[in-house]
């Protein structure tokens, strides 16, 4: 079957990308044929101006400085990302915005919304209803969504925008979601029926990921992972003495990374003795690759998703709420995560199965 995914825009967000990348995989495991619409809105100039402005003002404080991007960095992928879409990904012609008429040209039988937070309204306020499939209206393929994520637990639609999503949503074969409380978001807001699985990178296994990183050589020198979206002073000493403690080197990324390959971001973390993030997939990916590693709960970011997988794991006290110190809890025992994760896995591989079926 041709499946058509509809996600977030593949830019400069590695766990975003290898998402996209790890359903594409397991559809293809399953013998059908995806393809990701690819879109690629262009950035309103007043969206940059108001970038840049809060760029200034966050000058004058250090533990959130970052330099100043030109406009033409938003009109395009960096290289290093764009090399791996390009190569990785299947996707159609670069799109400005949802048509049929793209799902008539690359013959679409099916179509996934996710995973993500796609239906967050706040990063998606005007294109929201095609996150619902609303371009889709009138063509004849089953309508799925897998993991959607609506990235925070309150609904924060207009009301006019909700009925419309409610309408469109009801239209869909099948309904999953990444964290648990968005099943009931579904339930009582939207009046639909929708099961918890596994973000998409969860569902391949560390095995698959190593061909990404094989030309990336290990360094020798042991080393700690700062991968923290949402920096300030507390949670830079924290990660600094905790390393200190061990005898690690530093070793922070940023969310954007300019220049660095998916592969090089994965085998940073690959690589590391110890992990400490704010991200969900910087997480995801350190329960991948059975690092010892610590999240910071990012409230802002959407805390849901993070206490439903920890949770389903077994492992919450590697989470670090405000006040807390490290280290909080003994090491991940990844035998027991295995165990779960395999029967999670297998659950939402089924999912996917039965929707598509």
């Known amino acids: 079957m041709k499946v058509g995914i509809v996600t977030q ?3 400069a967000n590695y766990g975003g990308i290898l998402q996209n ?3 594409q995989q397991v559809l293809k495991s399953m013998g059908h044929e995806p393809v ?3 879109y690629m809105p262009s950035l309103p100039f007043w969206r940059y101006c108001l970038y840049a402005a809060k760029t200034v003002i966050y000058s004058f404080i250090p533990s959130k400085r970052h330099p100043l991007k030109p406009y033409h960095h938003f009109l395009q992928r960096p290289q290093a990302i764009r090399q791996f879409v390009e190569n990785k990904i299947i996707i159609t012609d670069t799109l400005d915005s949802y048509s049929a008429r793209q799902l008539k040209k690359y013959g679409v039988e099916a179509i996934i919304v996710g995973s993500d937070q796609v239906w967050r ?4 306020t005007e294109n929201i209803e095609d996150m619902y499939l609303a371009f889709a209206k009138g063509i004849n393929c089953r309508k799925v969504a897998y993991a959607a994520s609506f990235g925070i637990e309150k609904w924060d639609y207009p009301e006019d925008v909700t009925s419309r999503v409610k309408e469109l949503v009801q239209k869909f074969d099948a309904i999953s979601v990444r964290e648990l409380s968005a099943v009931g ?10 099961k918890v699985v596994l973000d998409p ?9 190593e061909p990404l990183c094989q030309t990336i050589h290990k360094k020798k020198e042991p080393y700690l992972v700062s991968y923290v979206l949402d920096a300030d002073e507390q949670k830079q000493y924290m990660i600094d003495s905790f390393a200190k403690e061990r005898g690690l080197v530093v070793k922070r990324m940023t969310v954007s990374n300019d220049g660095c390959s998916v592969g090089e971001w994965l085998s940073t973390i690959r690589n590391a003795e110890y992990v400490i993030t704010d991200s969900f997939h910087g997480s995801v990916f350190s329960i991948i690759f059975r690092k010892q590693f610590y999240t910071f709960i990012n409230e802002g970011r959407g805390a849901d998703r993070f206490y439903t ?3 389903d794991l077994g492992i919450t006290n590697h989470l670090l709420g405000n006040g807390s110190t490290l280290p909080l809890g003994e090491n991940i025992d990844y035998k027991e995560v295995d165990e779960k994760l395999s029967v999670l896995r297998d659950n939402s591989r089924e999912f996917i199965k039965e929707a598509l079926s």
């Open 201 to 209: 990178t969860l569902l391949l296994l560390e095995k698959d990921y």
């Open 36 to 38: 990701t619409l690819d």
């Open 21 to 23: 990348y790890a359903l």
């Open 121 to 124: 309204y706040r990063y998606n």
């Open 9 to 11: 825009p593949l830019y």
């Open 185 to 194: 978001l579904c339930k009582d807001i939207l009046g639909v029926m929708a």
């Open 309 to 311: 997988l920890f949770s």
